[in-house]
């Protein structure tokens, strides 16, 4: 079974940082593109930041020079550094990964997302 799983959300004052990370679990074989995604409450959901497997990024113009995007393939695990938070940042945060993983002996590929974690910033 594989699973996608954020952590690292919580409430943090404007002008702090906070630090996500996402694992995808199981059999897998390997990962492609990794994004980190955001809904606020009333809105729609949006990309923040996106990693390829070969690392290229990018970054949602309200984020740039805020937040940075990582990926530790040896973990299977891709990071959110968010630092300089602020109160419109609040949102619940969801990790989407494209990658290939082995059921019953065959490769198989999927994108796959997880539950999300909070991130809520005081003023």
């Known amino acids: 079974q594989v699973q996608v799983v954020e952590s690292g959300g919580g409430l943090v004052q404007a002008g702090g940082f906070l630090r996500l990370s996402c694992v995808v679990s199981?059999?897998?074989?390997?990962?492609?593109?990794m994004g980190w995604y955001r809904q606020a409450p009333g809105k729609q959901r949006e990309l923040v930041a996106s990693i390829t497997g070969g690392g290229s990024t990018k970054y949602v113009d309200s984020v740039k020079g805020r937040f940075t995007i990582s990926r530790d393939n040896a973990k299977n695990t891709v990071y959110l550094q968010m630092n300089n938070l602020k109160p419109e940042d609040t949102a619940a945060y969801y990790c989407k990964a494209d990658f290939i993983f082995v059921r019953n002996d065959r490769f198989n590929q999927t994108l796959a997302w997880g539950p999300g974690t909070q991130v809520t910033v005081s003023s």
């Open positions: 199981g059999r897998i074989l390997s990962i492609n593109a």
